[in-house]
């Protein structure tokens, strides 16, 4: 199976506990919001996704993309960022690459809660080498994951409706100087907020769990 759990990293926020899976296939990634077995969203949710291909970008310290609940501001920790129009890359070796999510969907679940893209670690001679991928959630929680392909893809979904990711980070491990860093296409998801009428039927359904509760 191509599905497994993330692990927590010590949080700034004590108490806080986040259900973040992640994949290493973009089918089941993108599928992941319709299957009936992980049930990412409440019932009458969809997502929808939006693909950064990074084309028509501008290199420089600051890179920005995106649109609307997608949009995203990229910067190297040294040196500048390179997007080709089939990538993002950072031009220095042993650069971190953040990127912040500036605007979020202003309706219930909104803002990204999905992420996922063929990311690379690579040392000067082109040859895999491992790294870290690091997600900020809105509650301020890390997660962390580590990888050790020139361009595998892996995918996050954020399992917990009051949450989302604000933040997204490439990282040499242990910093080294001679390492490269690089995204191709990401593909980043969200919540849709369903139709007033499965609005009404999700407050109705809670009501009577409430209901039931207090019997």
Same mark, same amino acid.
């Given at each position: 199976?191509? %599905?497994?759990?993330?692990? $927590? ?16 296939? /973009?089918? @089941? ?46 910067? =190297? ?15 220095? #070796? ?12 202003? $309706? ?20 895999? %080498?491992?790294?870290?991928?690091? $997600?900020?959630?809105?509650?301020? @929680? ?15 979904? %954020? ?17 080294? #100087? ?12 969200? #919540? %849709?907020?369903?139709?007033?009428? =499965?609005?009404?039927?999700?407050? #109705?359904?809670? $009501? ?6 207090? /019997?």
């Amino acid at each position: 199976a191509t %599905v497994t759990a993330c692990s $927590l990293i010590a949080s700034a926020h004590a108490g806080y506990t986040s259900d973040v899976i992640a994949f290493t296939d /973009r089918t @089941e990634w993108q599928n992941a919001p319709t299957d009936g077995d992980i049930k990412l969203f409440p019932a009458g949710y969809s997502a929808e996704f939006y693909t950064e291909t990074f084309k028509g970008l501008t290199s420089g310290p600051t890179v920005s993309g995106g649109a609307d609940w997608a949009s995203w501001t990229a910067n =190297a920790s040294v040196g500048s960022l390179d997007a080709t129009g089939t990538g993002l890359y950072a031009e220095q #070796a042993g650069a971190t690459v953040t990127m912040n999510f500036t605007d979020t969907y202003k $309706l219930p679940m909104g803002g990204v809660r999905g992420i996922g893209g063929g990311f690379q670690f690579v040392n000067g001679a082109g040859k895999p %080498v491992a790294g870290r991928i690091w $997600l900020k959630l809105s509650t301020g @929680e890390s997660i962390i994951r580590t990888i050790s392909s020139a361009n595998q893809f892996i995918g996050f979904w %954020v399992a917990d409706p009051s949450q989302t990711i604000t933040s997204f980070q490439l990282q040499p491990m242990g910093g080294a #100087a001679s390492y490269f860093i690089g995204a191709e296409t990401m593909y980043l998801g969200t #919540a %849709v907020v369903p139709a007033p009428g =499965a609005i009404a039927l999700l407050g #109705a359904f809670g $009501l009577l769990n409430s209901a039931r509760r207090r /019997r």
